[in-house]
């Protein structure tokens, strides 16, 4: 028997995510952001539950190719752009649409040998000092690209830096509008957090990520069930040993944990080498056969463990669900786990550890 650790990746709440992100921006067209393997979800795996979208939107040219191998022709969309002037070819060959967001990029376009056009997708820097063109240079990045024989249509594109906080976008819009005010093209700003949030915002197309995968982008101001998102990633282990413990023992490296009462623990087939956070302190929750509990002492590499005291039933093989939906279907939102581990729902999906199994229901 392989150990017992599994993670379920969900298709129909992958399609359920969507469908609500829509739901709130029914005009605007989604990319499905699919980048660092679909959220640690497996672009293959997630494919299914995320072929409704409009679009594909990525970093690397590799998962491209596998989207394409998928059999998926419609659009996807490089969101850095490409990295060297090779990657433009790849670009005709796959025909993906492509961020510039740096004027070398329009350099590489220029030198780029091809018959066929392409699509890009212009970035500004709106305040997020991360990639783009300042809104001052904007215009001029756009005159230039718009000379090039190898560029198509040109799309306008920012990214937000506080689209979940109490900052917001208005700032960002109107630096974005006011520099584009009358230049041609399709636009594209929001993310997860401004499409739930900031739905007027949205245009002509929002960038969907991690409200896809069923965390919320702006936990714990709303948890995840307010925006009526499902969990996609289910991590479920099961309890290898039980120890009943007397007042005074410790549980686990550095004996963190002292028992001041009589208490079960079950110790449960995860630890940090599987993706659970080893910062997640005692206290953080579980569900054990779909009832709720917590952790006790220091997480490890291979195992954890879990209080069982007030779980009678509870006993050797008992499912404990780390994150997602335990298998009975209540629910454990990751981004309450996250939150102990003082981190975010994207962290943990992203970091599932390649020796876990997945499967997909
Ligand atoms: C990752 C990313 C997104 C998606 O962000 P979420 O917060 O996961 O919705 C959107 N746009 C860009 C440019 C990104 O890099």
Redesign the pocket.
Known sequence: MPRPIQATIHSQALRHNLQAARNRVPDARAWA?V?ANAYGHGIERAFDGLRGADGF?LLDLDEAQRLRALGWRGPILL?EGVFELRDLEICSRLDLWHAVHKEAQIDMLAAHKTNVPQRVFLKMNSGMNRLGFRPDHFRAAWTRLNALPQVDEISLMT?FSDADGAVGVAAQVAAFEAACADLPGERCIS???ATLRHPHCANDWV?????LYGSA?DHPEHPASHWGLQPTMSLRAQVIAVQDLLPGDTVGYGSSFVAHKPMRIGVVACGYADGYPRTCPTGTPVLVDGARSHTVGRVSMDMLAVDLTGLPHASLGSEVTLWGAASSGEVLCIDEVAAHAQTLG?ELMCALAQRVPVVAD
Do not use: T, W
């Open positions: 952001v980048k939107a969101l990214h993310n997860s957090a960038r969907i990520g991690i409200a982008p994207y």
